[in-house]
């Protein structure tokens, strides 16, 4: 007789799951701390000093920004004409 699987029942009452358990306040705000004028400038700071940190370095030419965007348009027009010869070369199964 097996009687380990009886002893293993899962218990169906609702619990608590607060690790670790919090105090109960009956009059605390809940989460309504707003942030002060000091704390909102310093993170505007932070947030444009990483943006600053984060540009390029050499800034591209108007001639090799137009090379690329003729080069993606000509990607393009490739890719549509094998898509076109497939579809018209391909047997259909």
Avoid: C, F
Avoid at 66 to 82: G, I, K, M
């Amino acid at each position: 007789m097996n009687t380990t699987a009886s002893n293993n029942a899962v218990s169906t009452a609702p619990g608590h799951h607060d690790h670790p358990p919090q105090p109960v306040y009956a009059n605390a705000p809940r989460s309504g701390r707003r942030v002060n004028l000091l704390d909102r400038a310093a993170l505007h700071l932070g947030v444009a000093l990483i943006k600053w940190g984060r540009r390029p370095l050499e800034v591209e030419s108007r001639e090799r920004r137009a090379n690329r965007a003729e080069q993606h348009l000509a990607r393009l027009q490739r890719e549509r004409a094998v898509e076109r010869w497939a579809g018209l070369n391909v047997p259909r199964r």
